[in-house]
Structure formats: structure tokens, C-alpha cells
């Protein structure tokens, strides 16, 4: 047992220093002999052993957070997973999250592990997800981590952190591209389309979805040339449905979303797009 004397005062920098809670403080003084830094790594060590032990629960909650670059040049997209509703809604865990979301901004990691290296409060991400596991007591990790670099990047947070997504679109930012960007973005999170077009989607699922339209087509007992051009109708109705291009358009069903595109501007449309979905 140490011998040295805890002040309230050491005990509240602490807290304050690391998140963590008064009577955690404390006995993290007191195991480190007052020393802040041993006690800032006592902490850590029960983060990690909290995280070890609540590593079989299941994180479905959390939140998706997305950003982008003040020249509308660079976006990111991350998911901070929760095991329950209660944390996910909490305002330091998404403020947490809104953090981790500017390192990655700022820093351009491409990957988790290099988000979960980058600095922050001095240390790095990845001991302060430690500590914010050992504060709140739950299960929590950046799960998912998305970039994207076009022309102009406009990215959308729809219901309360649930879903994230970033549209790269051709055309430099302004402020009608950002306007239709951001109505691209609440047709991808409400539609949750596989790719931009057709031509992005990979031909092992064109291969799958036409041999499900061949197979459908032979049960109707048709053969031969008309069962193919049948089966072919039923693949490009697949590619309306459900690529975001030639979806009628959710504010406007007269208009695929193409349309509404080159109506805002000529020659604008979508290179591509990330989406993050919470659960």
C-alpha cells in the first residue's frame, strides 16, 4: 500500500486528464505511488484488461460519423461501435467519435490500425479508446473506416449517427453541388444502392443475379432465345433497382437520379460513394 498522500486535487486532474472515474483516479494514484504517468498507464492496463474481458460481447450499437475536408476535397467515414443504445446516444461518446473522425481528416491514415496509431491528447487513439472502455465499462472499437478523395466530396450523418455516407461527385464544389451531393447522399442512405452504375458493379454478382433470372425464366417453362432475352430484361431491371444512377430519383420519381444530376449542372454525376451503416 502506498504511503503517499492522494489529494482531491490530484485525483480531479487526473479525471480530468484521462475521463476516468473518481474512485478509478485514485486507486490509479495509489497503486502508482502518485505518479500521473504510472497511473495513466494503470488505467490503460484495466482499459485493456476490461476490453479482454467484455471481448465476446457483441458491439452493434455506436455511431457513423462523416466528414469532410473545408475544400471539399478529401472525406472520411468512421464507425465507433457500442455494445448498447444507452452509450451510443451518450454526448461524450459521440463527441468522442467526432474526434477520432478529425484525426482522420486531418491525418489521411488509410487503414484502422493506422487511425488507432495517430495522436491524440498525447497519446495515441488507440490507448484513449483503452481508457474510454475502461470509463464506461463497455465493449468499444472504431469497426469501420472509409475514405473518399474526388473533385468534391459531400458527406451526409442521417438518423441521430446511424448511417454515414460520402458522394464523390465530378464537379468542383459549390454550393449547388454541395446541395445536390447532399440529396444524393439521403437517396444512398435511404436506397442503400450496390454501386454507382452497372458498369460498377463486379461481374461475379452480375454472374450470380443472371443465373437467378435464367433459373427464374426456365421455371416459367421458357427456352432458347426468348428464356436469354427475358432473363437479360430482369438483369436491367436489377441494375435500375438497385445501382444508384438510374434509381428514380427519391424527391422526384419522374427522374432517375442521373437526370436530376445533369439537371443541377451538365456533366454532373457520381464516381463513386461510401456508405456505413450502424449494427
Known amino acids: ?26 486507486k490509479a494514484l ?11 498507464d494503470y488505467l490503460r ?16 450499437e455506436g455511431v457513423v460519423i462523416a466528414k469532410a475536408s473545408s475544400d471539399y476535397k478529401y472525406g472520411v467515414i468512421v464507425n465507433l461501435s457500442s455494445e448498447t ?21 486531418e491525418t489521411k491514415t488509410t487503414t484502422v490500425e493506422d487511425l488507432k496509431a495517430a495522436s491524440m491528447d498525447g497519446a495515441n487513439v488507440g490507448e484513449k479508446l483503452l481508457e474510454m472502455v475502461a470509463k464506461i465499462g463497455e465493449k468499444i472499437d472504431i469497426i469501420r473506416f472509409e475514405q473518399v478523395s474526388a473533385e468534391a466530396v459531400i458527406p451526409y450523418i442521417h438518423a441521430g449517427y446511424r448511417i454515414g455516407v460520402l458522394v464523390g461527385m465530378n464537379k468542383t464544389a ?78 422526384d420519381n419522374g427522374k432517375s437520379v442521373a437526370d436530376y444530376l445533369k439537371s443541377v449542372e451538365d456533366g454532373l454525376t457520381v464516381t463513386t460513394f461510401k456508405r456505413i451503416a450502424v449494427g
Do not use: H, W, Y
Request: overall charge negative; some cysteine.
Open 85 to 105: 443504445d444507452f452509450v451510443a446516444k451518450n454526448e461524450e461518446f459521440v463527441q468522442f467519435a467526432q474526434k477520432i473522425a478529425d484525426i482522420a481528416l
Open 174 to 251: 459549390n454550393d449547388a453541388v454541395v446541395a445536390a451531393g447532399r440529396d444524393v447522399a439521403m437517396q444512398i442512405a435511404a436506397m442503400n444502392p450496390i454501386a454507382v452504375d452497372s458498369d460498377s458493379v463486379s461481374p461475379e454478382m452480375i454472374e450470380r443475379e443472371k443465373a437467378i433470372a435464367v433459373e427464374q425464366v426456365m421455371a416459367e417453362g421458357k427456352t432458347g432465345d426468348m428464356a436469354e432475352k427475358i432473363a437479360m430484361g430482369k438483369l436491367n431491371k436489377f441494375f435500375k433497382e438497385s445501382t444508384l444512377l438510374p434509381q428514380a430519383f427519391v424527391k
Open 45 to 60: 492496463k484495466k482499459g485493456q484488461k476490461v476490453a479482454a474481458n467484455r471481448s465476446d460481447r457483441e458491439a452493434k
Open 30 to 40: 495509489t497503486e502508482s505511488n502518485g505518479d500521473f504517468e504510472g497511473a495513466i
Open 1 to 26: 500500500m502506498s504511503s503517499v498522500t492522494i489529494s482531491a486535487s490530484d485525483v480531479n486532474k487526473l479525471r480530468q486528464q484521462t475521463g476516468a472515474g473518481m474512485m478509478d483516479c485514485r
